[in-house]
């Protein structure tokens, strides 16, 4: 089985789909086994086993998704455009090819897969705050402390670009991609094209209130990871 929300891998929802579906299945179990084609994470896992730790949370922080391991480890993802987690039982069949394989976590009751992942590296919880895809990020819209006001503010600020273009900096605001964009833009009745500068502050903060009500309905429930 998968996780919810494969497509649609660049929206924040689908981001926070993906690690509330691993954090149902893997927090509270020790890893049996971790594999990964990228050096940088299996230098770590030399020097310091992945394997024997328990997962302690997975959560999502706009596009980014992280997973907590015992003894102050962080494993940090992006899926860009085509990388994907999925999760399998033990001996079943995996919908993507093994080339695609980019990491692999087993638990005894759950495997979870990585395929394609172009970004991926480990952090403790003090170097993840310096992390500067993580440092830069704006407010969150699936987080429950969205600062609405902030989210406008920063928007406001990227006055010579397109509306269009300010909506998706995630330095901006985190978690639009090209669906939310679009559909946050048709239902706020403002022209893509636009200018930050020409438009009034009423209608970057409808456009902002509409996008947190369309997110937070698509997952279906109210948000709890930040």
């Known amino acids: 089985m998968s996780p919810e929300g494969q497509r649609r891998t660049t929206e924040g929802d689908s981001i926070f789909r993906t690690a509330r579906a691993l954090e149902r299945v893997l927090t509270g179990h020790q890893v049996t086994r971790f594999e990964s084609v990228f050096p940088r994470l299996t230098r770590i896992d030399d020097d310091t086993p992945i394997r024997g730790r328990t997962i302690d949370r997975v959560e999502a922080r706009g596009k980014h998704l992280l997973i907590w391991f015992s003894g102050d480890l962080v494993l940090r993802t992006h899926m860009r455009m085509s990388g994907s987690w999925h ?25 979870a897969v990585a395929f394609n992942v172009p970004v991926a590296d480990f952090a403790t919880s003090a170097t993840l705050g310096g992390t500067e895809a993580l440092r830069t990020l704006g407010p969150d819209l699936l987080s429950p402390a969205f600062d609405a006001e902030d989210a406008v503010r920063r928007i406001l600020s990227r006055g010579d670009i397109e509306i269009a273009d300010a909506l998706l900096d995630q330095s901006a605001v985190a978690g639009f991609g090209n669906i939310y964009k679009s559909e946050s833009l048709f239902v706020g009745r403002v022209h893509p094209f636009a200018r930050v500068r020409d438009l009034a502050r009423e209608d970057i903060e409808r456009l902002v209130g509409i996008a947190a009500k369309l997110m937070k309905a698509n997952v279906g429930e109210h948000a709890t990871g930040g």
């Open 87 to 111: 999760i399998y039982r033990p001996g079943e069949r995996w919908f993507r090819p093994h080339h695609e394989m980019r990491i692999v976590i087993e638990t005894a009751p759950i495997h």
